[in-house]
């Protein structure tokens, strides 16, 4: 194990994460003092001082003013009397860093002072959360503060209307989920007047959580996908023949849980039900990918876990944030094969219209800043990615809580009967428990096994994240049990005995809340947000986790060598050494999911240039007369009949019109070629050559001539038009554009392949290579 590097010695050696926030200890000084002038100023000068102190900002220094009438505003309308922890906190969001702040240390409250900060300099910005939840909670809570500042606030959520998106971007500050202004983004790229578009500006943002967005939500593109004019597949019978094959006989799932492929028993099983045919011929090979399909549908898919059926619908679960994602399918043909596998009506495929990364998506905006409460763990991917430095802020209180040393058993069952005693034990002494499990299957099968015992859990999942605040509030009752998914309720304080904190002594005297995890999360990022639940500002609590050698993590980068010694050395192998084990898997997993956020970083180079190109040049077709100028050279005969007849303007939005749907259609063309070319880059490894290079080079020669494609389909449309054709609608020319219809439940690739299979390979090296456990 790591030994710990004393912050000291870390902002000595300019580490990431140990940037030293104590410059802005001074100035919190300030503020301390200006607190009794700030208390006797009425509404309308407090809030001309703030805009004049906070004018020029970030190019000139906050001053202490700055911050005491922040301090002073947010106690006369949210109650709370920002502490100089906060006000630190503050100042390294105003001056653009990340900031970790321990979990229950108010940073709602210093996210909105940043903001209202930036906003009274005449800036926009955007608070970034992870889910609409949190984005709409925020900007209620908020809104007396920043109303009593002069400054304008709103929220976007999934099922926020386009005109009410409108004018939200146009307030000064917009709370949102990051997905939510990607989306927007994407859908805006697709609109063809002014009109059409909603607008976010991109000047100053804060992220919420900014771990969970910056590095887990940043894992794989957003991807905004449509309607196409293809038929639904029909997946019954790839359904009903995949249902009958027998696991591992027929099919093998590889120790990743990545992908899932027939063996040569199961793929001569199918082809002799199929009449002998053979599914590698040319004629069959849509036959084959449906069965494919199919099996991966029925094997690495699981109900309650990655997806829910509701109201005769698929609804995928986000597992980053526990939630229903709305509006999101699997793409392709992979969603049609589970509705098929749940016997549910098939919809027909979509067609990706645009995709953009979380890294571009936050690079546009010309501040950044963020906050979280395990910050200095990903400080690293922060520089890397986004060029943002970060550090500590200390707590007001000292922790109490206390942290016990995982237990590790060899049984699934096992691990389960500890679980419940733990819980029944603490449960009888009075003490509140959140349960922390990895599905919402999970959550209700425990659930299900205490009703047994006699005891009642309220249970957070997927299935009712709108009862999330009620739930959360109740969860540090005297004596309640609370089961959760990954949400955990994440940015909502656990206050103990009730959300009124009136039995408060009692259970201060049970020991506070316990956090029990069923096992261990991907990264101790996650574990480490679970824990945080318990010991807000100087509260008692306890945490432990009860994890199982059969869990998920360590099935999954557990080495041979490790199998061994639990087989050779059985229940006698002591608890550190099953810990150590559990450590070391741990961080395998670490490993590559940074790798895989360096991939999904690296191939989407050539990508975003491209795209940045594209849309420049769809800017100067509506804006200018370029469209037209091309036209002229490539038909001009046509061109001066058309004008002839029914004049310039009216010829101009035609061509323009056409010359648009033209550059969209060429641009999901090309989206689809690279994306085929993605699926199997790897395979140029096996020659020697570097997979990233070889793409960006396939990618540069494909775009080569894009735009006089575009020009060349615009040209031969508008020679076939009549003069009556002018001014038409263009769905009545037979162009019908993109419908934005829903966004991809995206992965680097979700049916595994070459490029699964290299990261397969990938992580067996980080396991022997780094880790040396080999």
Same mark, same amino acid.
């Given at each position: ?6 912050a000291w010695v870390?902002?000595?050696?300019g580490?990431?994460?140990a940037?030293s926030?104590?410059r ?6 300030v503020?301390?003092?200006l607190?009794?002038e700030?208390?006797?100023l009425d509404?309308?000068s407090l809030?001309?001082q703030?805009?004049?102190?906070a004018r020029?900002?970030p190019?000139r220094p ?10 002073e505003?947010?106690?006369?309308t ?5 502490f100089?922890?906060q006000?630190?906190?503050c100042c390294?969001l105003?001056?653009g860093h990340g ?6 240390e108010?940073k709602?409250?210093?996210?909105a ?8 300099a005449?800036?926009r910005?955007?608070v970034?959360?992870?889910n609409?939840y949190l984005?709409?909670r925020?900007a209620t809570?908020t809104g007396a503060?920043?109303?009593?500042v002069g ?5 976007v959520?999934?099922h926020?209307?386009a ?5 939200a ?6 709370y ?7 989306f ?9 007047t002014?009109?059409e578009?909603v ?11 900014a771990?969970?967005?910056?590095i887990?939500e940043?894992?794989?593109?957003l991807?905004?996908a449509g309607?196409?004019?293809d038929q639904?597949d029909?997946?019954?019978?790839a359904?009903?023949l ?5 696991p591992?006989?027929d099919?093998?799932?590889d120790p990743d849980?990545?992908t899932?492929?027939?063996?040569d028993e199961? /793929?001569?099983r199918?082809?002799?039900r199929?009449g002998?045919?053979?599914?590698y011929?040319?004629e069959?090979i849509?036959?084959l990918?449906?069965?494919?399909l199919?099996?991966h ?8 876990v990655d !997806?829910l059926v509701s109201?005769e ?5 986000? $597992?980053?944030?526990?939630r229903?994602?709305?509006l999101q399918?699997?793409p392709?043909?992979?969603h049609?094969?589970l509705?098929a596998?749940?016997?549910l009506?098939?919809s027909?495929p979509?067609?990706i219209l645009d995709t953009?990364?979380i890294?571009d998506?936050?690079l546009? !905006?010309?501040l950044r ?7 200095v763990?990903?400080?690293e991917e922060l520089?890397e990615f !986004?060029?943002?430095?970060s550090g500590?802020?200390e707590r007001?209180?000292?922790d109490?809580r206390?942290?016990?040393?995982? $237990?590790?058993?060899l049984?699934e069952?096992?691990?389960i009967?500890?679980?419940?005693e733990e819980i ?5 002494a ?5 349960v922390?499990t990895?599905?919402v299957?999970e959550?209700e099968?425990?659930?299900?096994r205490?009703?047994?015992?006699g005891?009642?859990a309220r ?6 994240d709108?009862?999330?605040a009620?739930i959360?509030?109740?969860?540090g009752e005297y004596?309640?049990v609370?089961?959760s ?11 103990l005995?009730g959300?009124d904190?009136r039995?408060?002594d009692?259970?201060?005297?049970a020991?506070g809340?316990a956090v029990?995890?069923?096992?261990r999360y991907p990264?101790?990022?996650l574990d480490?947000q679970l824990?945080?639940?318990a010991?807000r500002?100087g509260?008692?609590g306890?945490?432990?986790t009860?994890?199982?050698v059969?869990?998920?993590? /360590?099935?999954l980068?557990m080495?041979p060598?490790?199998?061994a010694k639990?087989?050779?050395?059985g229940e006698?192998l ?6 150590r084990m559990v450590n070391?898997?741990q961080?395998?997993s670490?490993?590559a ?10 191939y989407?180079?050539?990508i975003?240039?491209?795209?940045e ?10 804006d200018s007369?370029?469209?037209i100028?091309?036209?002229s050279?490539? $038909? ?5 009949a ?6 310039q303007t ?7 019109a056409v010359?648009?749907h !033209?550059?969209?259609e060429?641009?999901i063309?090309h ?6 070319i993605r699926?199997?880059i ?6 020697g ?10 990618a540069?020669r494909?775009?080569h001539?894009f735009f006089?494609?575009?020009y ?7 020679e ?5 054709d002018i001014?038409r609608?263009p769905e009545d020319?037979g ?9 991809y439940m995206a992965t ?6 070459a ?6 390979r990938?992580?067996k090296?980080?396991r022997s290579?780094?880790?040396?456990l080999?």
């Open positions: 194990m790591s030994i710990p590097i004393p870390s902002r000595a050696l580490l990431p994460g940037a926030f104590h802005f200890d001074s100035v919190v000084r503020a301390g003092l607190a009794d700030a208390r006797t509404a309308e809030r001309d703030l805009r004049s102190e020029g900002l190019e906050f001053s202490g003013r700055l911050l005491a009438l922040l301090r505003a947010a106690v006369r949210v109650g709370l009397r920002a100089d922890e006000l630190v906190a390294a105003l001056s900031v970790e702040m321990d979990t229950g108010g709602t409250l210093v996210g002072l940043a903001a209202a900060g930036h906003a009274a005449g800036r910005v955007h970034l959360s992870v609409d984005a709409e925020d809570w503060f920043f109303a009593s400054v304008s606030v709103a929220w959520g999934q926020t209307p005109e009410e998106r409108r004018r971007y146009a307030c000064d500050v917009v949102a989920p990051v997905s939510e202004i990607g927007d983004v994407l859908r805006d790229r697709f609109a063809v002014p009109a578009r607008d976010p500006v991109f000047e100053v943002v804060i992220v919420d959580e771990d969970a967005v910056m887990d940043a894992m794989v593109p991807v905004l309607t196409s004019d639904a029909e997946f019954g019978e359904t009903a995949v249902e009958q094959l027998i591992e006989d099919f093998a799932v849980q990545a899932v492929t027939l063996t199961g /793929l001569d199918i082809e002799a199929l002998g045919i053979n599914l011929d040319a069959h849509a036959t990918t449906r069965i494919n199919a099996l549908a029925r094997v690495l898919l699981h109900r309650d !997806y109201d619908k698929i609804k995928l679960v986000n $597992t980053t944030r526990g229903v994602a709305h399918r699997w392709d043909g992979l049609a094969a509705e596998k749940e016997h009506p098939v027909a979509g067609v953009i990364t890294q998506l936050l546009r !905006y010309e800043s963020g906050m979280s409460g395990t910050v763990a990903v400080a520089i !986004y060029e943002l430095s500590r802020v007001h209180e000292p109490k206390v942290d016990e040393p995982d $237990t590790v058993l049984a069952p096992e691990k009967r500890a679980i419940l029944e034990a603490r449960h009888r009075g003490q509140p428990v959140l922390g990895q599905s299957a959550s099968q425990l659930d299900a205490l009703r047994e015992v005891i009642e249970v957070l999942n997927a299935k009712n709108a009862e999330e009620a959360v509030a109740r969860a004596a309640a609370t089961i998914t990954q949400m955990s309720g994440r940015g909502t304080d656990i206050r005995g959300a904190e039995d408060r009692r259970v201060v005297a020991g809340l029990i995890a069923t096992t990264s101790r990022r480490a824990r945080g639940r010991g500002q509260d008692p306890t945490s432990r009860v994890l199982s059969e869990d998920d993590l /360590l099935q980068h080495t060598r490790m199998h639990i087989a050779r050395q006698s002591p608890q550190a050494e099953r810990r070391a898997c961080a395998a670490e490993r999911r940074t790798l895989q956020h360096r991939l999904t970083w690296t989407s180079r050539a975003a240039a491209q795209r190109t594209v849309l420049d040049h769809r800017r100067q077709i509506i007369r370029i469209a100028a091309r036209l050279e490539l $038909t001009p005969a046509k061109l001066t058309l004008e002839n007849a029914r004049g009216a010829v101009a939005a035609t061509i323009r010359a648009l !033209y550059l969209d060429q641009w063309a989206l689809a070629l690279l994306q085929e699926d199997g790897h395979l140029r490894a096996l020659a050559q570097k997979p990233a290079d070889e793409f960006h080079r396939i540069l494909e775009f001539g006089d494609a575009v060349r389909d615009t040209a031969d449309l508008i076939t038009l009549s003069s009556e001014g609608d020319l162009l019908r554009r993109p419908s934005a219809t829903w966004t680097d690739n979700p049916f595994g392949g490029g699964s299979r290299f990261m397969g990938v992580v090296l980080i290579d780094n880790l040396k080999e």
